[in-house]
C-alpha cells in the first residue's frame, strides 16, 4: 500500500498532460483500493467503504471538485471526468459522499468562513458523514411543496417536520436538509438550508428494510429540534436556489454507461451459468442489448467532450439518464427471464450473480435525481419546445 504521499500533496494535476494523469490514476487505484471491495452491486454502508474514504482522505484526493485551498484536488473538467472514469473502470465503491459532493461544495460558495472553517476539515476526516434530507413523504419529484418547518425562537431555530428516503440515513452524524421558513413566501421562495447533528435531542433515524433486504434508506423525523442559528447557511428563504446551483456539472454521470456495462457482463456470467450463452436466439437479444450500450457510450462520450472543452451542459442531459437506465432494466430484465422461478429467491447480497438484487436496483436508478417522467417532461419542454 502506498503511505509516501503526504494529505493533500498540493499538487497542481491540472498542469499534467491528461494521459499522464489518468496513468497516475489508474496506478494508485490499482496499487491502493481493496480487491475485495471491486464491483460491489448495492450502495456499501460507511462501515465497509470507510476503508477506501480514509484510503482517499489521506492521498488527497478524496475531493476532486475542491478547491486546493480548502484541501481538494482543485480538478478542472477534463481531469476530473479523467478521475471518475478511472475509478469507476476499476470497480471502486462510492463512498459516502454526500459531504463531499454535495454539502462541501455548498459551503465553499455559501457558507460563512467560520461554516468552512469548522466543517470542512471534518469531511476530509471523515469524522462528519452527511445525509441528505430533501425528500418527504409528499414532496419528492415536487420537492418544493416541502412541510417541514424551521421557526426562529430566539437564538435558535425549532426544526418539525419528517423527511423520507435518505440513503444511508443510519451512517450520518449530521445532515443537511430543507425547511420552510416562510409560509407566506411562493412555494421555492420560503425554503431555507440548515445542518444539524443526528444526535440532536428529537432528531429519529428510522432505517426502512427494502425489498433487497438491506437498509440503505431512512425516514428522519424531526420533533422540536433545537439548532443555533448559524445552523442556517446562505441568507434566510434562498434554500432552493443554493440546493439547485449543485446539480450542474454532477447531472452527466448519473448517465455513465457503466452500470450497463457491468449488468451485460453479469448477464454473460448468468446466460453462461444457465446454458443459454449456447442459444442463437439469447445471443441474438444480448447482441442488440450489446449495441444499444455501444449507442449509449457515444452518447455519453458526446456530452464528457462538451464538458472537457468547457461548453455548458443543458437540459438535453436528461436523455442521457433516461437512456442509461432504462437499457439498465433492460439487461437486468433479460437477466431475470434467463433465471426463470430462481429469480423470486433475493440471495444474499455478496452472492456473485444475483439477479433480483439486480433488478431491484435498476428500478432505483429510474426514480432517483429526477424520475424518467420527469426527466421526459424537461426533454418535451426544455428541448423539444412543446
Ligand atoms: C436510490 C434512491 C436514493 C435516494 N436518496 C435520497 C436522499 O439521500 N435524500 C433525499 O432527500 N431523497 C432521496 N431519494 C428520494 C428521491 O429524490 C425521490 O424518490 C424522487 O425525487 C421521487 O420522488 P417520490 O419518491 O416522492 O415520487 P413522486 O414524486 O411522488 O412520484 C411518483 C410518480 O409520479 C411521477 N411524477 C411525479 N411528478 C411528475 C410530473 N411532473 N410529470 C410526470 N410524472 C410525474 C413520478 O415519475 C413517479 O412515477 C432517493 C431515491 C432513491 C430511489
Redesign the pocket.
Known amino acids: 500500500m502506498d503511505t509516501t504521499t503526504t494529505p493533500h500533496s498540493g499538487r497542481d494535476y491540472n498542469e499534467m498532460t491528461d494521459a499522464a494523469f489518468r496513468a497516475e490514476v489508474r496506478d494508485w487505484v490499482q496499487k491502493n483500493y481493496p480487491e475485495e471491495l471491486r464491483f460491489p452491486l448495492n450502495r456499501l454502508h460507511h462501515k465497509d467503504s470507510k476503508v477506501w474514504y480514509d484510503l482517499l482522505s489521506e492521498k488527497g484526493w478524496l475531493a476532486p471538485n475542491w478547491p486546493r485551498e480548502h484541501g481538494g484536488m482543485g480538478l478542472g473538467p477534463a481531469k476530473r471526468v479523467i478521475y471518475i472514469e478511472e475509478l469507476e473502470r476499476h470497480g471502486c465503491t462510492r463512498v459516502n459522499d ?1 459531504g463531499v459532493i454535495m454539502l462541501g461544495p455548498l459551503l465553499i460558495d455559501y457558507g460563512t468562513q467560520a461554516q468552512r472553517d469548522y466543517f470542512l476539515p471534518k469531511i476530509h476526516t471523515g469524522e462528519h458523514i452527511w ?5 418527504e413523504p409528499n ?5 418544493a411543496s416541502l412541510r417541514t418547518e424551521a421557526v426562529r425562537d430566539g437564538d435558535e431555530w425549532v426544526i418539525n417536520g419528517q ?1 423520507i ?3 444511508l440515513g443510519n451512517d450520518a452524524n449530521w445532515i443537511y436538509l430543507l425547511a420552510r421558513t416562510d409560509k407566506s413566501a411562493k412555494n421555492q421562495e420560503g425554503i431555507s438550508f440548515f445542518l444539524v447533528p443526528t444526535d440532536t435531542p428529537g432528531v429519529e433515524v428510522r432505517p426502512i428494510l427494502t425489498l433487497t433486504r438491506t437498509d440503505d ?1 431512512c425516514e428522519v423525523f424531526f420533533d422540536d429540534v433545537r439548532v443555533p442559528l448559524d445552523a442556517l447557511v446562505g441568507e434566510l428563504n434562498s434554500g432552493w436556489t443554493i440546493a439547485k446551483a449543485l446539480l450542474g456539472f454532477e447531472r452527466i454521470f448519473v448517465g455513465s454507461p457503466a452500470q450497463s456495462s457491468l449488468a451485460l457482463s453479469r448477464l454473460e456470467d448468468v446466460a453462461r451459468e444457465t446454458g443459454s450463452w449456447e442459444d442463437s436466439a439469447f445471443r441474438d437479444r444480448y447482441m442488440l442489448l450489446a449495441l444499444e450500450l455501444a449507442d449509449h457510450v457515444s452518447l455519453y462520450e458526446s456530452f464528457v467532450d462538451k464538458l472537457k472543452s468547457g461548453e455548458k451542459i443543458g437540459p438535453d442531459v436528461s436523455l442521457l439518464k433516461i437512456n442509461q437506465t432504462e437499457l439498465y432494466q433492460r439487461i437486468a430484465m433479460e437477466a431475470m427471464e434467463l433465471v426463470g422461478d430462481a429469480a423470486g429467491y433475493v440471495a444474499p447480497q455478496d452472492s456473485e450473480v444475483n439477479t433480483s438484487a439486480l433488478w431491484v436496483h435498476t428500478l ?1 436508478t429510474t ?2 435525481g ?5 426527466q421526459r ?1 424537461i426533454v418535451a419542454k426544455n428541448v423539444l419546445g412543446l
Open positions: 454526500q445525509a441528505q434530507g430533501y425528500s414532496a419528492g419529484s415536487d420537492l423527511k428516503w435518505t440513503s434508506f432505483q426514480i432517483y429526477g424520475t424518467s417522467e420527469v417532461g
